[in-house]
């Protein structure tokens, strides 16, 4: 009997397991139609929101005020969702139950991967428990809600076995509490396998299942997992204050020099957002023992002053290397979540070095090692063998990783940046959002109805011919990806403090109801299927309505069109990478249209501007197929280029559904989650000054640009080197063009540009002029 059908049906060792108070109540077939609206948990039921942006001067809606429409993301959604209810939650007790002494029923094995008894047991717990409320609050479905109160109830029995067994009352977890503590003094015990001397980022499963019990209180309104999870705020206070006084090395309470050698301490002091959580539990119960426990987590020993100070360490050498134990390249998923804590705490506390240092962290990170997809992190020439580790800034062509950039990186940064917007709203934030999230985030999800494992990569690798893997059960990625899968919404719209303005983030089909403020808002679009939206309005009264433009978006009057009601938004200039607002007192049934297509266009890597990916507006366009031995494939693009500079006419042009074709190769988006290989990167090669198809004769020659210039070197590459942009790139950087005399102006600069550096002689720049001259008709759009 399959999983699945066990599941559904009564088997032996259920009069056993019931009576030992480990099993659920049912398991029913995932719901055909949403739990009719009374029957799901109302917002006047919840506690106040404390989340990202509870006191900022933007806010967000909660799950429950937005509900998907049929779309990409619903599709993604589901197959998440259905893994979720079908998974047996008994599985994640049977740890939990060992470690406080309870019995568990016959048959019921742990759930593998990572979760199996090793030292990074009870994370994945906590991620389907946040999964649990979040699929419930999607569309009420009460099979969740059923499992996630069942989790609740056993691990509440387990925290109270536990009581009496522990130095410090209040805990919980799938592992001794000694697990924990010894990563503290005076063992400060290292990362490795050893279950009696070793540990294993204990704090950060801490975390997870904080977190996990948190979201069920807040999201679903269970006051036992409330209850449950204060007791482990408390008992972390004591463990990270008192310490391991039953030791019987105990020298004194733990001190703000043992919390930073603990946190510098590689993957053992890897904590996530634990002072996410204790945050916010501060803002629910306004004791201060929970605030000074995030406190607890500030990592000072080298990076938070650091990133306060704007100076980027995140990889160093032997030579720099700032602190006792940190490694000269800082794991990238370890440190990331920790500046989503720091802004909960400068949410709370109003004290700027909090912010400070998260924006600054973001900044060294997006763009400076940001790839294509909105991923981080590989390995590079002369770097040890880890690519979940930052590489050094600007790094991109040297650090493309068979495997790198791990998709819970990218989890925790979208959550970075979105708590940033919502503090100070740049548009570049959400940009990048959009970039992570229809990426890697729906990338990282199988297009497959399997059940048998979450279906959900791991890593998502870069590297010409590389392909993803799918499973993941237990892994950290497994775990957010379940949490990314339940919550696509969390984004689409923001709110201003004041309601007087509502901001429309994200394109795809949804329904907002802002009840304070008597609005429905209803989008229709398949996006990112579908190049355009429609909003339609059912409230009265005045709001502005802001509209994201794109930093993709071609800066044209057609890039981004608005319409209300049919007619033309005045004097509406949208300029990529910024908000259109809409000022104006809305009726019912008030529509507003907005078209933007999606602009074919080239990404240069920061430090190889030869080293490109192809997108479709914010979609990145891997090169299908495997071309061999590591090589990347190689495109001549510009002879295919008109006055428009319009990549879409003749160089990568649309096929068949989602494809487009660039020199007889296939190209698609990156969110098709299959196994087969794919290039995202790209090398361009353009040997020849040509117009169309007009050649000069002359080269293409590159302009020093001094690239790449690395802040910590790179084995074989030199730096600064002499690499830069050719005559070409800088041309048509400057498209489109309105007129032929314009193109002309912009190629005799140029040109003038590339004598003066010696680069072109009079007579070659004669030429590449009187071909230009020559080539109107050729280049006329």
Same mark, same amino acid.
């Given at each position: 009997?399959?999983?699945?059908?066990?599941?559904?049906?009564?088997?032996?060792?259920?009069?056993?397991?019931?009576?030992?108070?480990?099993?659920?109540?049912?398991?029913?077939?995932?719901?055909?139609?949403?739990?009719?609206?009374?029957?799901?948990?109302?917002?006047?039921?919840?506690?106040?929101?404390?989340?990202?942006?509870?006191?900022?001067?933007?806010?967000?809606?909660?799950?429950?005020?937005?509900?998907?429409?049929?779309?990409?993301?619903?599709?993604?959604?589901?197959?998440?969702?259905?893994?979720?209810?079908?998974?047996?939650?008994?599985?994640?007790? +049977?740890?939990?139950?060992?470690?406080?002494?309870?019995?568990?029923?016959?048959?019921?094995?742990?759930?593998?991967?990572?979760?199996?008894?090793?030292?990074?047991?009870?994370?994945?717990?906590?991620?389907?428990?946040?999964?649990?409320?979040?699929?419930?609050?999607?569309?009420?479905?009460?099979?969740?809600?059923?499992?996630?109160?069942?989790?609740?109830?056993?691990?509440?029995?387990?925290?109270?076995?536990?009581?009496?067994?522990?130095?410090?009352?209040?805990?919980?977890?799938?592992?001794?509490?000694?697990?924990?503590?010894?990563?503290?003094?005076?063992?400060?015990?290292?990362?490795?396998?050893?279950?009696?001397?070793?540990?294993?980022?204990?704090?950060?499963?801490?975390?997870?299942?904080?977190?996990?019990?948190?979201?069920?209180?807040?999201?679903?309104?269970?006051?036992?997992?409330?209850?449950?999870?204060?007791?482990?705020?408390?008992?972390?206070?004591?463990?990270?204050?008192?310490?391991?006084?039953?030791?019987?090395?105990?020298?004194?309470?733990?001190?703000?020099?043992?919390?930073?050698?603990?946190?510098d301490t590689y993957i053992a002091g890897e904590y996530g957002g634990a002072n996410e959580v204790l945050a916010e539990i501060?803002?629910?119960?306004?004791?201060?023992?929970?605030?000074?426990?995030?406190?607890?987590?500030?990592?000072?020993?080298?990076?938070?002053?650091?990133?306060?100070?704007?100076?980027?360490?995140?990889?160093?050498?032997?030579?720099?290397?700032?602190?006792?134990?940190?490694?000269?390249?800082?794991?990238?998923?370890?440190?990331?979540?920790?500046?989503?804590?720091?802004?909960?705490?400068?949410?709370?506390?109003?004290?700027?070095?909090?912010?400070?240092?998260?924006?600054?962290?973001?900044?060294?990170?997006?763009?400076?090692?940001?790839?294509?997809?909105?991923?981080?992190?590989?390995?590079?020439?002369?770097?040890?063998?880890?690519?979940?580790?930052?590489?050094?800034?600007?790094?991109?062509?040297?650090?493309?990783?068979?495997?790198?950039?791990?998709?819970?990186?990218?989890?925790?940064?979208?959550?970075?940046?979105?708590?940033?917007?919502?503090?100070?709203p740049d548009p570049a934030y959400l940009d990048y959002y959009e970039r992570g999230l229809v990426n890697m985030i729906l990338?990282?999800?199988?297009?497959?109805?399997?059940?048998?494992?979450?279906?959900?990569?791991?890593?998502?690798?870069?590297?010409?011919?590389?392909?993803?893997?799918?499973?993941?059960?237990?892994?950290?990625?497994?775990?957010?990806?379940?949490?990314?899968?339940?919550?696509?919404?969390?984004?689409?719209?923001?709110?201003?403090?004041?309601?007087?303005?509502?901001? +429309?983030?994200?394109?795809?089909?949804?329904?907002?109801?802002?009840?304070?403020?008597?609005?429905?808002?209803?989008?229709?679009?398949?996006?990112?299927?579908?190049?355009?939206?429609?909003?339609?309005?059912?409230?009265?009264?005045?709001?502005?309505?802001?509209?994201?433009?794109?930093?993709?978006?071609?800066?044209?009057?057609?890039?981004?069109?608005?319409?209300?009601?049919?007619?033309?938004?005045?004097?509406?200039?949208?300029?990529?990478?910024?908000?259109?607002?809409?000022?104006?007192?809305?009726?019912?049934?008030?529509?507003?249209?907005?078209?933007?297509?999606?602009?074919?266009?080239?990404?240069?890597?920061?430090?190889?501007?030869?080293?490109?990916?192809?997108?479709?507006?914010?979609?990145?366009?891997?090169?299908?197929?495997?071309?061999?031995?590591?090589?990347?494939?190689?495109?001549?693009?510009?002879?295919?280029?008109?006055?428009?500079?319009?990549?879409?006419?003749?160089?990568?042009?649309?096929?068949?559904?989602?494809?487009?074709?660039?020199?007889?190769?296939?190209?698609?988006?990156?969110?098709?989650?299959?196994?087969?290989?794919?290039?995202?990167?790209?090398?361009?090669?353009?040997?020849?000054?040509?117009?169309?198809?007009?050649?000069?004769?002359?080269?293409?020659?590159?302009?020093?640009?001094?690239?790449?210039?690395?802040?910590?070197?790179?084995?074989?590459?030199?730096?600064?080197?002499?690499?830069?942009?050719?005559?070409?790139?800088?041309?048509?950087?400057?498209?489109?063009?309105?007129?032929?005399?314009?193109?002309?102006?912009?190629?005799?600069?140029?040109?003038?540009?590339? +004598?003066?550096?010696?680069?072109?002689?009079?007579?070659?720049?004669?030429?590449?002029?009187?071909?230009?001259?020559?080539?109107?008709?050729?280049?006329?759009?």
């Open positions: 009997m399959n999983r699945r059908d066990f599941m559904r049906v009564s088997a032996v060792g259920v009069a056993s397991a019931a009576a030992a108070g480990s099993l659920p109540a049912a398991h029913t077939a995932h719901a055909a139609t949403p739990t009719p609206a009374a029957s799901r948990v109302l917002a006047a039921d919840l506690p106040p929101y404390v989340g990202a942006g509870s006191t900022a001067p933007i806010r967000p809606f909660t799950l429950h005020q937005v509900a998907l429409g049929s779309s990409l993301y619903q599709e993604k959604r589901d197959r998440v969702k259905d893994f979720v209810e079908r998974y047996d939650e008994r599985r994640f007790l +049977v740890l939990f139950n060992d470690t406080a002494g309870r019995p568990n029923p016959p048959g019921v094995e742990v759930p593998g991967g990572w979760e199996d008894g090793g030292l990074l047991s009870g994370h994945w717990a906590g991620h389907y428990l946040t999964a649990l409320a979040q699929a419930h609050v999607d569309q009420g479905e009460q099979v969740f809600k059923d499992k996630l109160d069942w989790m609740v109830r056993e691990l509440g029995a387990c925290q109270e076995a536990l009581s009496g067994q522990t130095v410090h009352p209040g805990y919980l977890g799938a592992l001794p509490e000694d697990v924990v503590l010894r990563v503290g003094p005076p063992r400060f015990a290292l990362y490795g396998g050893d279950l009696e001397t070793n540990t294993w980022a204990p704090w950060y499963t801490q975390h997870k299942i904080m977190r996990g019990l948190l979201d069920a209180h807040t999201l679903t309104g269970n006051q036992q997992a409330f209850e449950i999870v204060l007791a482990m705020a408390d008992w972390a206070h004591l463990a990270l204050t008192l310490g391991d006084v039953d030791h019987p090395d105990y020298a004194g309470p733990v001190t703000r020099d043992d919390l930073n050698l603990m946190w501060h803002a629910l119960t306004g004791d201060e023992r929970h605030l000074e426990t995030a406190r607890c987590f500030d990592n000072r020993e080298s990076l938070f002053d650091a990133c306060v100070a704007d100076r980027d360490i995140l990889v160093t050498t032997d030579d720099t290397r700032p602190g006792r134990r940190r490694p000269n390249r800082l794991h990238a998923n370890t440190h990331v979540p920790n500046f989503v804590g720091y802004l909960r705490i400068f949410e709370q506390t109003a004290e700027e070095e909090y912010h400070l240092a998260a924006r600054n962290f973001f900044g060294m990170v997006v763009p400076h090692r940001m790839f294509a997809h909105g991923g981080t992190s590989g390995n590079f020439p002369g770097s040890n063998n880890n690519p979940e580790q930052f590489q050094n800034r600007d790094n991109m062509a040297h650090a493309i990783d068979a495997n790198g950039a791990e998709s819970c990186t990218t989890y925790n940064l979208l959550k970075l940046a979105r708590n940033l917007f919502l503090l100070d990338g990282q999800r199988a297009d497959t109805d399997d059940v048998d494992d979450p279906q959900l990569a791991y890593f998502q690798p870069l590297t010409p011919g590389a392909a993803r893997d799918y499973g993941n059960t237990g892994t950290c990625c497994g775990g957010t990806g379940l949490e990314n899968g339940t919550k696509y919404q969390e984004t689409i719209y923001f709110r201003s403090a004041d309601g007087s303005t509502l901001w +429309v983030n994200l394109y795809t089909a949804s329904t907002l109801t802002w009840a304070e403020r008597g609005f429905t808002i209803t989008q229709r679009t398949d996006f990112p299927r579908e190049q355009g939206t429609t909003l339609t309005v059912d409230g009265s009264g005045p709001l502005d309505i802001r509209l994201r433009v794109p930093g993709w978006a071609a800066p044209t009057a057609a890039g981004f069109a608005v319409t209300v009601n049919g007619s033309p938004v005045p004097d509406a200039s949208p300029r990529p990478g910024s908000y259109l607002t809409l000022s104006r007192t809305w009726s019912p049934g008030d529509t507003i249209e907005v078209a933007m297509p999606f602009p074919v266009r080239i990404e240069r890597a920061i430090d190889s501007p030869s080293t490109q990916s192809a997108f479709s507006g914010p979609l990145l366009l891997p090169i299908l197929g495997d071309p061999g031995a590591g090589a990347f494939r190689e495109l001549t693009l510009y002879r295919h280029l008109k006055r428009d500079g319009d990549y879409a006419r003749a160089a990568i042009t649309a096929g068949d559904g989602e494809t487009f074709t660039a020199a007889g190769l296939t190209l698609r988006p990156h969110y098709v989650g299959d196994t087969r290989a794919q290039s995202a990167y790209f090398r361009r090669v353009e040997p020849e000054v040509v117009f169309g198809g007009i050649a000069t004769g002359v080269p293409n020659r590159t302009r020093d640009d001094n690239l790449p210039n690395y802040d910590v070197p790179v084995e074989g590459v030199a730096s600064p080197g002499d690499d830069g942009l050719t005559f070409l790139d800088v041309l048509w950087d400057g498209a489109p063009f309105a007129t032929h005399s314009a193109f002309l102006r912009r190629v005799r600069q140029v040109a003038d540009e590339w +004598v003066a550096a010696g680069l072109f002689t009079a007579t070659e720049r004669a030429t590449i002029i009187n071909h230009a001259t020559r080539a109107e008709q050729e280049l006329r759009p």
